[in-house]
Protein backbone atom coordinates (compact mmCIF):
# COMPACT_ATOMS: atom_id res chain seq x y z
CA UNK A 1 0.00 0.00 0.00
CA UNK A 2 0.94 3.62 -0.11
CA UNK A 3 -0.76 7.20 0.77
CA UNK A 4 -1.76 8.48 -2.31
CA UNK A 5 -3.49 11.91 -0.85
CA UNK A 6 -4.38 13.52 2.54
CA UNK A 7 -5.70 16.21 3.68
CA UNK A 8 -5.67 17.72 7.31
CA UNK A 9 -7.83 20.25 8.68
CA UNK A 10 -7.63 22.11 12.83
CA UNK A 11 -5.20 19.08 14.39
CA UNK A 12 -3.33 22.02 16.24
CA UNK A 13 -0.79 23.07 15.23
CA UNK A 14 -1.57 22.22 11.97
CA UNK A 15 -4.40 24.74 10.82
CA UNK A 16 -4.87 23.32 7.38
CA UNK A 17 -2.57 20.85 5.00
CA UNK A 18 -3.88 18.98 1.61
CA UNK A 19 -0.98 17.43 -0.57
CA UNK A 20 -2.00 14.78 -3.96
CA UNK A 21 -0.13 12.97 -6.52
CA UNK A 22 2.30 12.04 -3.77
CA UNK A 23 5.53 10.33 -5.23
CA UNK A 24 8.00 7.30 -3.58
CA UNK A 25 9.47 9.47 -1.43
CA UNK A 26 8.21 13.03 0.02
CA UNK A 27 9.92 15.13 2.55
CA UNK A 28 8.38 17.45 4.47
CA UNK A 29 10.60 20.29 5.96
CA UNK A 30 9.58 23.43 8.33
CA UNK A 31 10.17 25.35 11.05
CA UNK A 32 10.49 23.51 14.99
CA UNK A 33 6.92 23.75 16.02
CA UNK A 34 5.36 23.78 12.76
CA UNK A 35 3.61 20.42 12.78
CA UNK A 36 5.73 17.94 11.10
CA UNK A 37 5.70 15.48 14.20
CA UNK A 38 1.97 15.83 14.65
CA UNK A 39 1.78 15.09 10.98
CA UNK A 40 3.75 11.69 11.50
CA UNK A 41 1.05 11.35 14.42
CA UNK A 42 -1.76 12.02 12.35
CA UNK A 43 -1.16 9.18 9.75
CA UNK A 44 0.12 6.43 12.53
CA UNK A 45 -3.29 7.22 14.50
CA UNK A 46 -5.30 7.41 11.14
CA UNK A 47 -4.34 4.12 10.60
CA UNK A 48 -4.18 2.49 13.57
CA UNK A 49 -8.39 3.10 13.01
CA UNK A 50 -8.88 6.67 14.63
CA UNK A 51 -9.49 9.15 11.44
CA UNK A 52 -8.55 12.28 12.23
CA UNK A 53 -7.31 13.28 8.71
CA UNK A 54 -8.37 12.34 4.98
CA UNK A 55 -6.76 9.91 3.17
CA UNK A 56 -6.20 7.90 0.23
CA UNK A 57 -4.52 4.54 0.46
CA UNK A 58 -3.81 3.03 -2.63
CA UNK A 59 -2.94 -0.86 -3.73
CA UNK A 60 0.67 -1.62 -4.68
CA UNK A 61 0.03 -5.30 -5.50
CA UNK A 62 -2.62 -7.30 -6.92
CA UNK A 63 -3.97 -8.94 -3.37
CA UNK A 64 -4.86 -5.57 -1.69
CA UNK A 65 -7.29 -4.95 -4.64
CA UNK A 66 -8.81 -8.44 -3.75
CA UNK A 67 -12.67 -8.09 -2.40
CA UNK A 68 -11.54 -9.21 0.93
CA UNK A 69 -9.42 -6.45 1.14
CA UNK A 70 -9.41 -3.20 -0.70
CA UNK A 71 -12.07 -4.21 -3.15
CA UNK A 72 -10.55 -2.07 -5.75
CA UNK A 73 -7.07 0.30 -6.22
CA UNK A 74 -7.29 2.14 -3.19
CA UNK A 75 -9.34 2.91 0.19
CA UNK A 76 -10.81 6.73 0.85
CA UNK A 77 -10.51 7.15 4.69
CA UNK A 78 -12.66 10.61 6.24
CA UNK A 79 -12.21 12.48 9.00
CA UNK A 80 -13.86 10.66 12.02
CA UNK A 81 -15.50 8.00 9.80
CA UNK A 82 -13.29 5.04 11.10
CA UNK A 83 -13.49 2.74 7.67
CA UNK A 84 -13.65 -0.93 8.12
CA UNK A 85 -12.49 -1.67 5.13
CA UNK A 86 -8.87 -0.24 6.22
CA UNK A 87 -9.26 -1.59 9.77
CA UNK A 88 -9.65 -5.33 9.05
CA UNK A 89 -6.68 -4.98 6.19
CA UNK A 90 -4.27 -3.70 8.77
CA UNK A 91 -5.40 -5.97 11.22
CA UNK A 92 -5.30 -8.85 8.50
CA UNK A 93 -1.68 -8.12 8.36
CA UNK A 94 0.80 -11.06 9.92
CA UNK A 95 4.46 -11.42 9.73
CA UNK A 96 6.30 -14.85 9.69
CA UNK A 97 9.44 -16.09 8.90
CA UNK A 98 10.96 -12.16 9.24
CA UNK A 99 8.43 -10.27 6.82
CA UNK A 100 6.49 -7.77 6.93
CA UNK A 101 4.55 -6.59 3.85
CA UNK A 102 1.57 -3.96 3.47
CA UNK A 103 1.26 -2.11 6.39
CA UNK A 104 3.04 0.97 7.98
CA UNK A 105 6.45 1.78 9.50
CA UNK A 106 6.75 4.65 11.99
CA UNK A 107 10.04 5.72 13.16
CA UNK A 108 9.72 8.27 15.63
CA UNK A 109 12.15 10.73 16.57
CA UNK A 110 12.58 8.91 20.34
CA UNK A 111 15.77 6.93 19.36
CA UNK A 112 17.77 7.37 22.42
CA UNK A 113 18.28 3.76 24.16
CA UNK A 114 18.06 3.31 27.83
CA UNK A 115 19.87 0.62 29.36
CA UNK A 116 19.13 -2.74 27.39
CA UNK A 117 17.83 -5.91 29.28
CA UNK A 118 19.93 -9.11 27.93
CA UNK A 119 17.50 -11.98 28.12
CA UNK A 120 19.31 -15.62 28.56
CA UNK A 121 18.12 -17.49 25.74
CA UNK A 122 16.11 -20.37 25.52
CA UNK A 123 17.47 -23.04 23.35
CA UNK A 124 14.65 -24.97 23.13
CA UNK A 125 11.94 -21.97 22.15
CA UNK A 126 12.85 -22.49 18.10
CA UNK A 127 13.32 -19.67 15.73
CA UNK A 128 11.34 -16.47 16.81
CA UNK A 129 10.67 -15.97 13.05
CA UNK A 130 8.59 -19.15 12.67
CA UNK A 131 5.66 -17.45 14.93
CA UNK A 132 3.27 -14.88 13.06
CA UNK A 133 2.95 -11.57 14.94
CA UNK A 134 0.60 -8.50 14.49
CA UNK A 135 0.67 -6.36 11.22
CA UNK A 136 0.97 -3.24 14.19
CA UNK A 137 4.40 -4.22 14.95
CA UNK A 138 5.79 -1.13 13.38
CA UNK A 139 3.56 1.11 14.63
CA UNK A 140 5.29 0.82 18.27
CA UNK A 141 7.83 2.91 19.33
CA UNK A 142 11.64 2.40 18.44
CA UNK A 143 13.19 2.21 21.82
CA UNK A 144 10.93 -0.21 22.43
CA UNK A 145 11.76 -2.18 19.35
CA UNK A 146 15.45 -2.03 19.87
CA UNK A 147 15.08 -3.56 22.77
CA UNK A 148 13.40 -6.59 21.74
CA UNK A 149 15.66 -7.04 18.13
CA UNK A 150 18.68 -7.18 20.60
CA UNK A 151 17.29 -10.32 22.26
CA UNK A 152 15.22 -11.76 19.33
CA UNK A 153 18.81 -12.09 17.28
CA UNK A 154 20.57 -13.88 19.97
CA UNK A 155 17.32 -16.18 20.01
CA UNK A 156 17.27 -16.59 16.70
CA UNK A 157 21.33 -17.61 16.58
CA UNK A 158 20.38 -19.80 19.42
CA UNK A 159 17.71 -21.44 17.63
CA UNK A 160 20.03 -21.71 14.25
CA UNK A 161 23.16 -22.96 16.59
CA UNK A 162 20.69 -26.31 17.86
CA UNK A 163 19.66 -26.75 14.38
CA UNK A 164 23.06 -27.56 13.30
CA UNK A 165 23.77 -30.01 16.49
CA UNK A 166 19.86 -31.47 15.87
CA UNK A 167 20.72 -32.26 11.85
CA UNK A 168 24.56 -32.91 12.61
CA UNK A 169 23.81 -35.34 14.98
CA UNK A 170 21.60 -37.38 12.52
CA UNK A 171 24.18 -36.99 9.72
CA UNK A 172 27.37 -36.14 10.62
CA UNK A 173 28.39 -36.54 7.17
CA UNK A 174 26.76 -33.58 5.44
CA UNK A 175 28.09 -31.00 7.52
CA UNK A 176 28.81 -28.04 5.02
CA UNK A 177 25.16 -28.79 3.12
CA UNK A 178 23.64 -28.72 6.20
CA UNK A 179 25.34 -25.43 6.99
CA UNK A 180 24.73 -23.97 3.87
CA UNK A 181 20.58 -24.78 4.15
CA UNK A 182 21.03 -23.32 7.83
CA UNK A 183 22.70 -19.89 7.12
CA UNK A 184 24.25 -17.44 10.17
CA UNK A 185 21.10 -14.95 10.90
CA UNK A 186 23.57 -12.06 11.67
CA UNK A 187 25.63 -12.60 8.75
CA UNK A 188 22.60 -9.92 6.97
CA UNK A 189 23.31 -7.49 9.77
CA UNK A 190 27.22 -7.69 9.71
CA UNK A 191 26.95 -7.03 6.10
CA UNK A 192 24.65 -3.59 6.23
CA UNK A 193 27.43 -2.46 9.34
CA UNK A 194 30.62 -2.97 6.94
CA UNK A 195 28.74 -1.53 4.15
CA UNK A 196 27.48 1.56 5.97
CA UNK A 197 31.00 1.96 7.92
CA UNK A 198 34.06 0.62 6.09
CA UNK A 199 37.24 -0.27 7.98
CA UNK A 200 34.43 -1.61 10.80
CA UNK A 201 33.09 -5.01 11.35
CA UNK A 202 30.87 -6.14 13.75
CA UNK A 203 31.73 -9.24 15.77
CA UNK A 204 30.20 -12.79 15.71
CA UNK A 205 27.45 -12.92 18.86
CA UNK A 206 27.13 -15.85 21.06
CA UNK A 207 24.08 -16.63 21.75
CA UNK A 208 25.12 -18.64 25.40
CA UNK A 209 26.35 -15.10 26.52
CA UNK A 210 23.93 -12.24 25.38
CA UNK A 211 25.42 -8.65 25.54
CA UNK A 212 26.15 -5.25 23.77
CA UNK A 213 27.08 -5.95 20.15
CA UNK A 214 30.97 -5.41 19.28
CA UNK A 215 33.07 -4.69 16.63
CA UNK A 216 36.09 -4.05 15.52
CA UNK A 217 38.28 -1.19 14.01
CA UNK A 218 40.75 -0.41 11.50
CA UNK A 219 43.43 -1.38 13.77
CA UNK A 220 41.32 -4.99 15.03
CA UNK A 221 40.74 -3.28 18.16
CA UNK A 222 37.43 -4.74 19.28
CA UNK A 223 34.83 -2.27 20.97
CA UNK A 224 31.50 -1.69 21.74
CA UNK A 225 28.83 -0.70 20.27
CA UNK A 226 28.11 2.14 22.35
CA UNK A 227 31.91 3.40 21.53
CA UNK A 228 30.09 4.49 18.04
CA UNK A 229 29.24 8.03 17.52
CA UNK A 230 25.79 9.38 18.63
CA UNK A 231 25.12 9.62 14.17
CA UNK A 232 26.84 5.99 13.70
CA UNK A 233 24.71 4.55 16.12
CA UNK A 234 21.63 6.22 15.11
CA UNK A 235 21.63 4.84 11.29
CA UNK A 236 22.69 0.96 12.31
CA UNK A 237 19.88 0.89 14.95
CA UNK A 238 17.35 2.01 12.19
CA UNK A 239 18.46 0.11 9.50
CA UNK A 240 18.94 -2.96 11.54
CA UNK A 241 14.71 -2.36 12.74
CA UNK A 242 13.86 -2.30 9.35
CA UNK A 243 16.08 -4.96 7.59
CA UNK A 244 14.88 -7.39 10.55
CA UNK A 245 11.34 -8.02 8.78
CA UNK A 246 12.14 -7.86 5.16
CA UNK A 247 9.43 -5.05 4.81
CA UNK A 248 7.84 -4.98 1.34
CA UNK A 249 4.80 -2.40 -0.09
CA UNK A 250 4.65 -0.48 3.48
CA UNK A 251 4.87 3.22 3.98
CA UNK A 252 7.72 4.14 6.07
CA UNK A 253 7.74 7.27 8.12
CA UNK A 254 10.89 8.75 10.26
CA UNK A 255 10.74 11.56 11.97
CA UNK A 256 13.59 13.85 11.76
CA UNK A 257 15.61 11.41 9.40
CA UNK A 258 18.76 13.80 10.20
CA UNK A 259 18.96 13.55 14.16
CA UNK A 260 22.80 13.24 15.19
CA UNK A 261 23.61 12.70 11.61
CA UNK A 262 26.34 14.10 9.11
CA UNK A 263 24.85 14.64 6.12
CA UNK A 264 26.94 11.73 4.23
CA UNK A 265 25.17 9.77 6.98
CA UNK A 266 21.74 11.06 6.23
CA UNK A 267 22.44 10.19 2.45
CA UNK A 268 23.34 6.98 3.46
CA UNK A 269 20.72 6.41 5.35
CA UNK A 270 17.85 6.94 2.87
CA UNK A 271 19.24 5.37 0.04
CA UNK A 272 19.88 2.45 2.37
CA UNK A 273 16.47 2.80 3.44
CA UNK A 274 15.33 2.85 -0.81
CA UNK A 275 16.87 -0.55 -1.49
CA UNK A 276 14.51 -2.18 1.51
CA UNK A 277 11.26 -3.34 0.15
Known sequence: MRIKSF???????????????????????????????RLKQAIVQTLQGDPVMDITIEATRTEEEDPKYFNGSSVEVKTGQPNQTLNNYINSRKYGAGKYVGSLVQIDSNRSIQALKYNPVNWLAGDPDDTNGPGNYYFSAFSGRWQNFVNYIHQKSASRDKKLADSL?????????????????????????????????????????????????????????????????????????????????????????????????????????????
Not at 15 to 33: F, R, S, T, Y
Request: glycine share 8%; no cysteine.
Open 169 to 277: KKEPTKGEEIIQKNPDPFQKYKKIFSDLLPGKELIDINPAQPREFQYKDETGQALPFQTLSSGEQEVIKVLFDVARKEIKHSVLIIDEPELHLHPTLTFKLIESLKSIG
Open 7 to 37: KITDFKPIKNIEMGHLGDIIIIAGANGSGKT
